[in-house]
């Protein structure tokens, strides 16, 4: 079963306008990390945001934040004033574990992709 | 600037040749993983090193073996490259810590012909 599901393969934004990329997992572990990245054309995969599932308050990185509802094991990811240099692809991922050596593999989800018009 | 360095951008192999990917990183990271990245698949993971020496398989495995013999460095190597492996590999390496990602190199896109 899919760990990490995103559901939308491909989504539009005007510039300047917020977007939300969607992103729920699937766990039993109480201990979890949800990741998202973005990857430009370029190909590097870029670090963007983090969230603990023992952080109560949803974590926020310049325009990204991310809305996690663990209750619906969602985590979703919002870009607010999109700008034209967001076009990319964007994956969410989640490491399970407390952080341990071994344990800190990443699942990714199979990604979606942003096109930001002028 | 913290790096992880992937050897080669394209590559360009025929069927049946040993192939080497090589990894290098220069944060001291103990974890180094090796993803092939997939178009509507996502990442997934090959193999991965938590020490010098040190290895697990990922999900994948199957056609791929890695060697870790310094920390900076974490090679994957296909035996005998075939068509299915044609992919964009992905490097990357992490320090263990809780919030920490990983940090990725640029990537190999591997053509097996």
């Known amino acids: 079963a899919q760990k990490i599901t995103q559901t939308q393969p491909g989504m539009f934004v005007q510039e300047k306008e917020a977007v939300t990329l969607d992103c729920t997992y699937d766990?039993?572990?109480?201990?979890?990390?949800l990741f998202w990245y973005k990857q430009p054309s370029s190909g590097e995969m870029i670090f963007l945001i983090y969230q603990g599932s023992y952080d109560e308050q949803n974590a926020t990185e310049g325009r990204y934040s991310l809305n996690f509802q663990k209750a619906r094991k969602s985590a979703n990811l919002v870009i607010s004033a999109s700008q034209l240099g967001d076009s990319a692809m964007y994956f969410c991922?989640?490491?399970?574990?407390?952080?341990?050596?071994?344990?800190?593999?990443?699942?990714f989800g199979t990604g979606t992709r942003l096109l930001v018009s002028p | 600037d913290v790096k992880v360095t992937q050897s080669s951008r394209y590559l360009v192999k025929r069927t049946g040749e040993k192939v080497f990917l090589e990894c290098v990183q220069d944060m001291d990271h103990e974890n180094m993983f090796w993803y092939r990245q997939d178009p509507g698949l996502g990442l997934r993971l090959i193999y991965f090193?938590?020490?010098?020496?040190?290895?697990e398989k990922g999900d994948i495995p199957e056609g791929y073996s890695v060697s870790r013999e310094k920390k900076e460095r974490f090679s994957l190597i296909l035996e005998s490259a075939s068509t299915n492996q044609t992919s964009m590999y992905l490097c990357?390496?992490?320090?263990?810590?809780?919030?920490?990602?990983?940090?990725f190199g640029s990537g190999t896109r591997l053509t097996v012909v």
């Open positions: 766990t039993s572990d109480q201990s979890y990390g």
């Open positions: 991922a989640m490491r399970e574990g407390r952080g341990n050596t071994g344990f800190q593999k990443l699942v």
């Open positions: 090193s938590y020490d010098v020496k040190m290895k």
């Open positions: 990357a390496s992490s320090s263990g810590g809780e919030n920490y990602g990983y940090t």
